[in-house]
């Protein structure tokens, strides 16, 4: 991808996986490659105000071999099994919250009394 541009932007989760992404999902090969000649390209001019931290950021992980080089496709594919699991996920995540709140109130009642 092209880290120039001013769409581009990376994530580093406390695991330490990183997210690279066009914020405007024109790359369908992301993390790889964008697409040649993009109409969205512009270069980053500067990076006012931003905080860079002292750590390298980590190389991004090799191309998966496809057949035919169809990795559209393929992110595609992953894609749809990341949304057919998401409602199911975020569910459990809200009932996990539900539940914890729940447990510091009661905590919280008894303390008062």
């Not at 964008?34 to 270069?43: F, K, T």
């Amino acid at each position: 991808m092209r880290e120039e541009c001013k769409n581009f932007q990376s994530r580093t989760y406390a695991s330490g996986e990183v997210a690279r992404f066009c914020v405007l999902d024109l790359a369908p090969e992301a993390p790889w490659r964008c697409p040649e000649n993009c109409p969205a390209y512009e270069r980053r001019l500067a990076d006012a105000g931003w905080v860079h931290g002292s750590l390298v950021e980590p190389a991004i992980e090799d191309e998966p071999e496809v057949p035919d080089g169809d990795v559209a496709s393929v992110l595609g594919n992953a894609e749809e099994i990341v949304n057919a699991i998401a409602p199911e996920a975020l569910a459990e995540a809200r009932a996990e919250d539900a539940r914890r709140a729940e447990r510091e109130r009661r905590r919280w009642w008894r303390r008062r009394r």
